[in-house]
C-alpha cells in the first residue's frame, strides 16, 4: 500500500513522499508523457540511475507517474474510496471536500494555484474531447463511471468542479 487515509475532523491521505532526487525523476519522466506504464517503468529506471536515486524508491516514482499521467491526480486516491460520493472543489488554495458517510468534510488536498486547478480542468475537457472556451466556460461529462461539473475561470473569480460517483 502506497497511499492510505487518516480520519479526523479531515480526510487526509498520505501519500509516499519524495525527495529532491526522486521529484526530479518523477518531473523529467511527467515531461517525457510516456504512452505506457512499461515506458514509464523504462523511464523511471533510466533517470533514476542518473540521479542516483535507490531502486527501492522506484515504486513511489511509479505511483505518482500513473496518476497523474493515466489518472486524476492529485485527486486519484479519492476516486478509489468507495465511501466517498462526491467530490468538491471549490478554487485554488481551498482544501477539496468529499462527501463521506453522508457528511460534508475537508481534505488536505488543495490546488496550489488558479493555474494549476485550470490546467487539471482543461486536461479533462481534452480527455472527454470537450471544448472549453472562455465564452463556454462550463462543461459536464461522464468519465470513468463518474459525474464531472466542471467550470474553468477565466476572470478573477475561481474555476471549481463536483464529481458525483
Known amino acids: 500500500v502506497l497511499a492510505y487515509v487518516k480520519l479526523t475532523d479531515k480526510y487526509y491521505i498520505i501519500e509516499p513522499i519524495l525527495d529532491d532526487n526522486d521529484t526530479g525523476v518523477l518531473n523529467?519522466?511527467?515531461?517525457?508523457?510516456?504512452?505506457?506504464?512499461?515506458?514509464?517503468?523504462k523511464l523511471i529506471t533510466k533517470y533514476g540511475r542518473k540521479f542516483k536515486v535507490p531502486e527501492d524508491h522506484f515504486t513511489n516514482i511509479k505511483y505518482f507517474v500513473v496518476n497523474f499521467l493515466y489518472g486524476l491526480g492529485r485527486i486519484e486516491p479519492l476516486i478509489y474510496d468507495k465511501e466517498i460520493k462526491e467530490i468538491y472543489c471549490d478554487g485554488p488554495n481551498i482544501?477539496?471536500?468529499?462527501?463521506?458517510?453522508?457528511?460534508?468534510i475537508d481534505t488536505n488536498i488543495s490546488y496550489r494555484s488558479k493555474e494549476e486547478l485550470n490546467n487539471f480542468i482543461y486536461e479533462l475537457s481534452y480527455k472527454v474531447k470537450q471544448k472549453i472556451k472562455k465564452y463556454n466556460p462550463n462543461i459536464k461529462f461522464n468519465y470513468r463511471d463518474m459525474q464531472f461539473d466542471c467550470t474553468m475561470s477565466f476572470s478573477e473569480e475561481n474555476s471549481k468542479f463536483v464529481i458525483k460517483k
Open 95 to 104: 482544501p477539496l471536500k468529499v462527501k463521506f458517510n453522508d457528511k460534508i
Open 28 to 41: 523529467k519522466v511527467l515531461r517525457k508523457r510516456p504512452k505506457n506504464m512499461e515506458k514509464g517503468w
